[in-house]
C-alpha cells in the first residue's frame, strides 16, 4: 500500500514539473494583459483566427466591432474574455494581432433576459500592434465541378479551401446529382465552411463561391471575364475518366508552364496563366456534354485545342488522374493537390537556380 502511494505521489510530482512551463505560458495567454508586448511571439500562431467580413480596413490603432455569431463563438465557445487576443484578417490588409474589449450588450425586448447575453452580444476589437502577416498576391485557380451531394460538397469546398483554390463554382451538368440551384441556405453553409476552412489553413483570402450555372453558360461567363490580375490567358483542364485523348495531368501542367512562359515563342505567352480545372459527377460525362459546350465558345464553332474569346486566350488540356475511378470530390481534390505540388516544385527550382547564379 506504502508503495503504491509513493509510487502514486512520483507520478503527480513528475506531471506537475513537466506541465508547469506549458500550464504558465498558456495561462499568460489566457488571462487578460496590459499591453501587446507581453504575448510571447513563439506563440502567436497558436491564438484563434477570425476572418472579418465587415467592410472595414485593418490598420494600426482600427476598431472593429463583430457581429452576434462571431461574438457568441469567441464569447460562449471558446469563453474569450476581454484582454485576450485573436488574429484578424479580412482578405485585403493583411494579418493583425487585435484585442478583445469589454462586450457590448445590446437590449432585446423579443428575447428573455437569459438568451439576450448570449445572442445580442458583440465584441470590440482594437487593433494596436503592427501587420503580422502583409496580404500576398496569389494566383487565380478556379475549380469547376458538377453538383453532387450536400454532404459531399460540403466536403469538396473545406478542402479546396485547404488547397489554394481562389474560386469555386458549382455546374449543372446531364448527370449532376441535383438538377436545381442551390439555396440561399445551402450556399450560406458553404461559405461558412470556406470561411473555416480558411481560418484553419492560415491563407490570407476566402475562396470565392460563385452562383450555381449551366455548364454552358459558367465557362461563357469565365471566358468573357476579364481576370482581375490582367491576366489574358487561361488554361481549361478536363478531367475525364478512361479518354483515349486524354493526357496525365501532371504532363498538361508541364506543357502549359512552357506554352505560359515569356520565353515561349508563342504570340499570346502569359507568365500569369490562370488554371481552370473542370470535374465531372459521378459516372463521367455524358457523350459530347463537354465538346458541345466548347463549341458554343469557339468563335468558328470548332473546339481546338486553343482558340480566343476577343478577351482571353483559352488553352484546353483534356487530362487524366490515373487508371483508377474516383470520386467528384475525390478528383477534385487529387487535382488541385497534384497543382499544388507542381507550381511548389517549379518555384523551389527557381528559387535553387537563383542561389546557385548568386553563387557563381
Not at 120 to 148: E, G, H, Y
Not at 220 to 229: C, G, I, Q, V
Not at 271 to 291: K, Q, R, S, T
Request: proline share 5%; charged share 20%.
Amino acid at each position: 500500500m506504502n508503495l503504491r502511494l509513493a509510487f502514486l505521489v512520483m507520478i503527480n510530482i513528475r506531471s506537475f514539473t513537466l506541465g508547469f512551463p506549458i500550464l504558465r505560458t498558456r495561462r499568460r495567454l489566457l488571462r487578460p494583459l496590459s499591453s501587446y508586448e507581453e504575448v510571447p511571439t513563439r506563440h502567436i500562431h497558436t491564438l484563434q483566427r477570425i476572418h472579418i467580413d465587415a467592410p472595414v480596413t485593418l490598420q494600426h490603432g482600427s476598431i472593429v466591432v463583430l457581429g452576434q455569431e462571431q461574438s457568441h463563438y469567441l464569447s460562449s465557445v471558446l469563453r474569450l474574455r476581454a484582454g485576450q487576443f485573436v488574429r484578424i484578417f479580412n482578405g485585403h490588409d493583411g494579418e493583425w494581432l487585435a484585442a478583445l474589449q469589454s462586450p457590448e450588450i445590446i437590449p432585446d425586448r423579443n428575447q428573455s433576459r437569459k438568451r439576450m447575453a448570449k445572442s445580442s452580444v458583440t465584441i470590440s476589437i482594437a487593433v494596436d500592434r503592427p501587420c503580422l502577416r502583409p496580404q500576398p498576391k496569389l494566383k487565380n485557380v478556379t475549380l469547376m465541378f458538377s453538383l453532387i451531394k450536400s454532404k459531399q460538397m460540403r466536403l469538396l469546398v473545406e478542402k479546396a479551401t485547404e488547397l489554394g483554390v481562389t474560386s469555386i463554382w458549382p455546374v449543372i451538368s446531364e448527370r449532376a446529382q441535383k438538377k436545381n440551384a442551390l439555396t440561399d441556405a445551402e450556399l450560406g453553409k458553404l461559405r461558412a465552411v470556406a470561411t473555416m476552412a480558411t481560418e484553419q489553413s492560415e491563407r490570407m483570402t476566402v475562396p470565392v463561391l460563385e452562383p450555381v450555372q449551366s455548364l454552358d453558360a459558367a465557362l461563357r461567363s469565365f471566358t468573357s471575364t476579364p481576370s482581375a490580375s490582367s491576366s489574358t490567358t487561361r488554361a481549361l483542364f478536363i478531367c475525364e475518366e478512361r479518354s483515349e485523348n486524354s493526357m496525365p495531368l501532371l504532363d498538361a501542367l508541364v506543357e502549359m508552364e512552357a506554352s505560359c512562359s515569356p520565353s515561349s515563342q508563342s504570340g499570346h505567352c502569359d507568365a500569369n496563366c490562370e488554371p481552370i480545372f473542370l470535374v465531372g459527377p459521378e459516372g463521367g460525362w455524358a457523350e459530347g456534354e463537354v465538346d458541345r459546350a466548347l463549341v458554343s465558345l469557339s468563335p468558328n464553332g470548332n473546339p481546338a485545342a486553343e482558340f480566343s474569346t476577343g478577351i482571353i486566350l483559352l488553352k484546353i488540356w483534356r487530362v487524366s488522374l490515373g487508371d483508377l475511378i474516383l470520386r467528384a470530390e475525390t478528383a477534385s481534390i487529387c487535382s488541385l493537390s497534384v497543382w499544388n505540388s507542381f507550381r511548389d516544385g517549379q518555384s523551389r527550382s527557381s528559387s535553387f537556380s537563383g542561389a546557385q547564379r548568386d553563387n557563381r
